[in-house]
């Protein structure tokens, strides 16, 4: 090698061997001798690595082979060091006939980079197994809303989201919420809280406390924003447990003040009527209590199905006779707001078990949801309610439909809802909630239909003959309730 060339040569900063198609090394640079020692006679994968055959993936090897330049990374053991990573490059020598006469190899010692690479890549690999398995849902969207990416428990939950809109994929929704958190951080960078309710892909509905924050870009700008959802389902069930149950007393109170004003004045009317000897008079004022007793009976019994779920008094009930104490409770309801209500024949032989004061109240509070959202409905100039029912061998359906305000997905799947109510603050967000509980305590469902600015329909289905429960103690409230059916009945 003549000297400039040697000289560059023997400075070359990495590894530099040439090899023969043997794979003796002939050649080696200053920097080559210094960490591996004396090669002379011996192959490179003898000096490089200590073995003692060739390796099995030898970018000499193809380069005798092809005549191209390849490269590799390899692992190599200097003399008084660890395992070295370097990463390999290789180009034919070739004669005055073009013949491949030598292999020129040289190396670069990669290591620092491969562990950095390796630290990297197990920091990505931790904090992605963290994105993974946070024990909340975590969503990445862009400015359009769009979700870029999602973890694995909002995945399960929710579906794939990359690529839907999360009002779409969370609420059903087919324009953003207003107002929406992640379109604020979006605008001022600012961390935001609220809570919402949310649909998971199997229809339940999930309360969940959010948090945004930005995610900012090379230049400081905000390119996504995170969203964390906290599932709080179980705590706002109790607190809405605790809150109903307030909100129960409330306006429970305000009931049985005017259901005692009432008996009072039923029990004034008794009392004058014996002081005159007046039977017309004392008959008047008995009905009055009778009414107004059973009214609270009632409404005591409402208190029961939502905060204990008690049991039904099983007994056998005629669906025809049931439809037409209910249809006769709301009929003046009905006839004040110019609604007609249609009861085509039923088709439902024979009777079928429940508790028939219960299954009253539910079907009223039904067909009063009915006629609320007929009345609040300014766009059609006629409306109705259609009440029927039918059956077989196995069950009996009760299908309440209207041709009111209807409904939109997301008022659907909220319709059962403790507290939600589509009337604003015409409504308690309560008789849904307990005529579900009611058709549920049956044995039984409540299936919706609606499409908004059409109608909607609500369909009963209540099994024929429930299975016996396993006989249980009866508790206090229950032993009054008995109580005061006996009372009832001895008055």
């Known amino acids: 090698m003549q000297e400039p060339q040697a000289r560059y040569f023997e400075a070359l900063p990495g590894y530099v061997t040439v090899q ?30 200590r073995r ?11 380069t005798f082979r092809d005549g191209e330049c390849h490269r590799s990374e390899q692992q190599v053991t200097p003399l008084d060091g660890p395992e070295t990573t370097v990463l390999v490059y290789t180009m034919p020598i070739r004669d005055a006939s073009g013949e491949i006469t030598a292999v020129v190899e040289m190396s670069t010692d990669i290591t620092d980079i491969k562990r950095l690479e390796r630290k990297l890549r197990e920091s990505q690999e931790r904090y992605r197994t ?26 399960e939950d929710f579906g794939d989201a990359p690529g839907c809109k999360c009002y779409e994929l969370y609420k059903h929704r087919k324009k953003p919420c207003e107002p929406c958190v992640v379109q604020e951080t979006f605008k001022d960078g600012q961390v935001r809280e609220c809570e919402e ?25 905000i390119k996504y924003v995170m969203e964390m959802s906290t599932n709080i389902t179980q705590i706002r069930d109790l607190q809405d447990q605790l809150a109903s149950l307030g909100l129960l007393i409330g306006s429970i109170s305000h009931g049985i003040k005017g259901l005692l004003t009432g008996m009072d004045g039923g029990i004034y ?105 007929c009345r609040i409905d300014k766009k059609k100039e006629e409306h109705h309610i259609t009440v029927g029912c039918r059956g077989d061998k196995d069950q009996v359906c009760f299908e309440i439909a209207d041709n009111g305000i209807g409904m939109d997905r997301e008022a659907r799947e909220k319709a059962f809802t403790l507290f939600f109510s589509s009337k604003g603050l015409e409504g308690t967000g309560l008789g849904m909630f307990i005529a579900n509980r009611v058709a549920q305590s049956h044995g039984g469902s409540i299936e919706l ?17 429930h299975s016996q429960p396993p006989d249980g103690g009866v508790d206090s409230t229950e032993t009054a309730l008995m109580a005061l059916d006996a009372d009832r009945d001895g008055l």
């Open 449 to 465: 239909e609606s499409d908004l600015d059409v109608g909607t329909r609500f369909l009963v289905t209540i099994p024929r003959r």
């Open 269 to 373: 009317l008794v009392n004058t009527a014996m002081e005159r000897d007046d039977k017309t008079r004392l008959a008047k004022g008995w009905e009055m209590v009778r009414r107004n007793v059973s009214r609270v009976k009632n409404m005591v019994m409402d208190i029961l199905y939502y905060a204990k779920g008690r049991d039904p008094q099983w007994e056998a009930i005629s669906p025809q006779v049931l439809l037409d104490e209910a249809c006769g409770l709301i009929e003046r309801k009905a006839h004040d707001h110019e609604i007609e209500i249609q009861r085509p024949e039923i088709e439902a032989d024979g009777t079928f078990d429940g508790d028939y004061k219960a299954m009253r109240s539910m079907l009223v509070d039904v067909i009063e949801n009915a006629i609320d959202a």
């Open 197 to 221: 309710v949310v649909t998971a892909r199997d229809g339940r509905q999930i309360n969940v406390l959010v948090h945004t924050a930005p995610i900012h870009d090379s230049k400081g700008g």
């Open 20 to 49: 023969d198609r043997e794979f003796h090394i002939i050649d080696s640079n200053r920097r080559f001798r210094s960490h591996f020692g004396d090669w002379e006679g011996r192959r490179c994968y003898q000096v490089y690595k």
């Open 130 to 155: 963290m994105f993974e398995e946070v024990p909340c849902y975590i969503s990445v969207l862009d400015r359009d809303l769009g979700i870029i990416e999602a973890n694995r428990r909002f995945r």
């Open 52 to 62: 003692s055959e060739e390796c099995e993936s030898c970018p000499v090897a193809r």
